[in-house]
T-cell receptor, first 113, second 111 residues
């Protein structure tokens, strides 16, 4: 088990372009989370999946953001029409049970120019 | 609204100088309190989980404790390699579907 894997690690995109990030959780974990983190702040919750079902979304997640988890395995986070304010570290995490800790990947650093 | 507040924002210590980091929380129905360590440019690394007041966990130079309103991360005789941002987070509520983080304490240990 190599832990939570995220791809790519870094992404530079022009404003207005679409980007997609991938997350592979720890294999036996059925719960998956996406977070966003800006400099000097703690991670901010974006969305949560239990298996393939997206059960909760932050009101911070505008309609330009969409996440999927087909077949309850890997997940993708897409940002459409990127804005400079989307520049941040996007973190994925997974956990085995509802009350347990979550384990994080190394994140994808997005820079919108 | 569920909230997590960490203090201080930053802490500079001399190597060997013990101290404590504070995490205050206001939640409806705590379902777990977590401590993470985060190095620059990397994802948070899990350290401890605490579920009930009075519980304590230890790992090397770190010890986490929990009361009904706050948690402390005690660092004993720290080394320069303990320099990092330490994040506190909670699960709360009936769904417990999300983990809410504080802003972290940036710890710097001088040799």
């Amino acid at each position: 088990d190599t832990g939570v894997s995220q791809d790519p690690r870094h992404k530079i995109t022009k404003r207005g372009q679409n980007v997609t990030f991938r997350c592979d959780p720890i294999s036996e974990h059925n719960r998956l989370y996406w977070y966003r983190q800006t400099l000097g702040q703690g991670p901010e919750f974006l969305t949560y999946f239990q298996n393939e079902a997206q059960l909760e979304k932050s009101r911070l997640l505008s309609d330009r953001f969409s996440a999927e988890r087909p077949k309850g395995s890997f997940s993708t986070l897409e940002i459409q029409r990127t804005e400079q304010g989307d520049s941040a570290m996007y973190l994925c995490a997974s956990s085995p049970r509802i009350d347990s800790e979550a384990f994080f990947g190394q994140g994808t650093r997005l820079t919108v120019v | 609204e569920d909230q997590v507040t960490q203090s201080p924002e930053a802490l500079r210590l001399q190597e060997g100088e013990s101290s404590s980091l504070n995490c205050s929380y206001t939640v409806s129905g705590l379902r777990g309190l977590f401590w993470y360590r985060q190095d620059p440019g990397k994802g948070p690394e899990f350290l401890f989980t605490l579920y009930s007041a009075g519980e304590e966990k230890e790992k090397e130079r770190l010890k986490a404790t929990l009361t009904k309103k706050e948690s402390f991360l005690h660092i004993t005789a720290p080394k320069p390699e303990d320099s990092a941002t330490y994040l506190c987070a909670v699960r709360a509520g009936s769904s417990a579907s999300k983990i809410i983080f504080g802003s972290g304490t940036r710890l710097s240990i001088r040799p």
